[in-house]
């Protein structure tokens, strides 16, 4: 398909008329329209399309009808009669009240069009770029960044499930790619065993635990015998490269495991690679298995990332895709460094417990020059779960004169730079045992004292604080769409470092 010369669009005359008549409150859409104009360029879309070939509808047009879609969550059938029957999408298309539509096909094409030709990232920054234009999007201002799961469209399987599935799904691409070499090395009893989906009901049937065992021995050794027969020195090298075999590899390799009889054995739950590593679904062989809190599933993680400035709206800035397993801190960097590429890095950067390190902190304020704002980690230490007053937070320290004051009063006797075992920079900060040996908060603060006499006395308190965060607590942070709780946050600064007080006991 090829792409005709666009041109700008305006309303038609008589789509404007009747519209502002039936709308004459207003409408989300009708605003639109008038405030943006054209969302999208035609020519953003060229390269996804041929310079031959029958003439293709409006990809700008087919891209504001995808993000309607996702708005009003309708289905492609749903959608090519919404654009047929209703006038407010007719004058955000800018089409004629008698304009036929189009087939629902043609939006799932584009969308193919879009992952094919790598645009995925396309109508975002172009939305980005019209944002900006209309001063809707500001740098150095306030963004929050959160991350929620997402689903692989995948069945959830279970282990046994996976195994055979995985199984069946490799000698069905088999059967495509190589059909005469798959009947030469088929066992007759397969075509039945998996002709379809393994059934999940029959682990509740009774006696499945009894035939659990039998299966896994079957399965097992029926996947070993394909890979057998297709790394074989006869076999075509490129079966080895079809992708379903690969899988196959994988997944009996992270379920299986040979035994000195030379057989299979099912691995104990013990045995299992790390969710980061294990194959969920054949189908999917990124997806990953993950849990939050009370909430697992099979899939990704996306971390999206919002202006959140009193005066403006609310509008994404970013969009990060991860693995399931990824940590959030790890993903953090990447959202600065593609926040930097469009020149909308805030000045402050609001982001849950699970973004934060003391290394980025110090990292994304030199680099960006950025403040990191999020939650405080709490003290699990057992001096604050005493409630004795001899938790860190009451140890007050003093930059400018490099002195750290204990709960009882006494002052730090040294100050000194220095690195940790990860070659961070650290300040040390030690109290002497004269001051610490009579200290009546001694027994609430610290269990040095019962070491042996022998050794000497006790040594004091020793603090240690990673150089280049301030820690400050601030008011309860302004409630946004993702979060309606407040924190006290730990904020990025210049010079000063959050303190870790590591004591002898």
């Given amino acids: 398909m090829s792409l005709k010369d666009s041109h700008p669009r305006s309303v038609p005359e008589d789509t404007a008329r009747i519209a502002k008549a039936i709308f004459n409150k207003g409408h989300r859409y009708l605003l639109l329209r008038d405030t943006f104009g054209d969302f999208f360029d035609s020519d953003d879309f060229r390269t996804l399309f041929h310079v031959e070939g029958r003439p293709a509808v409006d990809p700008a047009q087919l891209a504001l009808i995808t993000l309607v879609q996702f708005a009003e969550n309708l289905s492609d059938e749903r959608a090519a009669d919404a654009v047929r029957a209703r006038i407010d999408l007719k004058y955000l298309l800018a089409l004629p009240l008698d304009h036929p539509g189009f087939d629902a096909s043609v939006l799932s094409e584009f969308r193919t069009r879009l992952i094919n030709g790598h645009g995925e990232q396309l109508l975002f920054e172009r939305l980005l770029e019209r944002f900006r234009a209309q001063q809707l999007l500001r740098a150095r201002g306030r963004q929050r960044t959160d991350s929620t799961h997402v689903l692989a469209a995948v069945r959830a399987l279970n282990r046994v499930s996976l195994v055979n599935e995985t199984f069946r799904h490799a000698l069905n691409v088999l059967a495509i790619a190589a059909p005469d070499w798959l009947v030469q090395h088929t066992q007759k009893e397969w075509v039945q065993r998996y002709a379809s989906h393994f059934d999940l009901q029959a682990e509740v049937a009774e006696g499945w635990q009894t035939r659990r065992e039998a299966l896994l021995v079957q399965v097992g050794a029926d996947g070993y015998q394909l890979l057998t027969d297709v790394l074989a020195q006869d076999a075509p090298p490129w079966l080895r490269e079809v992708p379903a075999i690969s899988v196959l590899w994988n997944v009996w390799l992270q379920n299986f495991t040979p035994t000195e009889a030379g057989r299979l054995r099912w691995r104990t739950g013990d045995e299992l690679p790390p969710s980061a590593d294990f194959v969920s679904s054949p189908y999917d062989v990124d997806a990953r298995y993950s849990k939050k809190r009370s909430t697992s599933w099979v899939g990704y993680k996306v971390h999206l990332t919002e202006m959140c ?91 400018e004169a490099q002195i750290l004051t204990c709960p009882a009063g006494q002052v730090s006797a040294s100050w000194t730079d220095a690195r940790d075992a990860r070659q961070r920079a650290v300040i040390k900060i030690k109290f002497s045992s004269t001051q610490c040996k009579n200290c009546t908060l001694k027994m609430d603060c610290t269990t040095a004292y019962r070491h042996d006499s022998r050794k000497g006395a006790a040594p004091g308190i020793v603090g240690v604080a990673i150089l280049g965060a301030d820690p400050r607590v601030c008011g309860p942070l302004r409630q946004t769409r993702w979060s309606r709780r407040n924190h006290l946050c730990r904020r990025a600064g210049d010079r000063h470092a959050p303190v870790t007080l590591l004591r002898a006991g």
Avoid: M
């Fill in 309 to 399: 400035d009193d005066d403006l709206p609310l509008l994404i800035t970013n969009v990060e895709t991860s693995p399931a397993t990824t940590q959030d801190v790890d993903v953090l960097e990447d959202v600065h460094d593609h926040l930097a590429g469009r020149v909308l890095l805030p000045e402050s950067h609001l982001v849950d417990l699970g973004y934060l390190s003391t290394g980025l902190l110090v990292s994304e304020q030199k680099a960006h020059q950025l403040k990191l704002i999020g939650p405080a980690r709490s003290d699990e230490r057992w001096q604050a779960r005493a409630g004795k007053g001899c938790a860190a937070e009451h140890f007050k320290i003093d930059w």
